[in-house]
């Protein structure tokens, strides 16, 4: 049986993350970006804040992910 490599994607209120996994239970790589320090700031989470910074950290979450797994896109078989 052929092994299945996948990226997962999760946003929270406050954190963007990614993992490479492979058949869903061998985790080569999870990278998390907390936006808990800048909501501080603000006594709590504020929604517009918190969209704009998964959109920056979006991108540079998963390129890590893939980074720390010695992945490339053209590894996976799906997101």
């Not at 996994?21 to 985790?27: D, Q």
């Not at 998963?62 to 590894?75: T, V, Y």
């Amino acid at each position: 049986m052929k092994d299945i490599t996948l990226l997962a994607v999760e946003s929270s209120c406050d954190e963007t993350a990614a993992a490479v996994v492979v058949n869903g239970r061998n985790v080569l790589s999870n990278v998390i970006s907390s936006q808990i320090d800048l909501h501080t700031l603000y006594g709590g989470v504020v929604p517009e804040i918190a969209s704009r910074m998964h959109v920056e950290q979006i991108i540079p979450v998963m390129e890590q992910a893939l980074k720390q797994a010695g992945k490339e896109l053209s590894d996976l078989d799906g997101i």
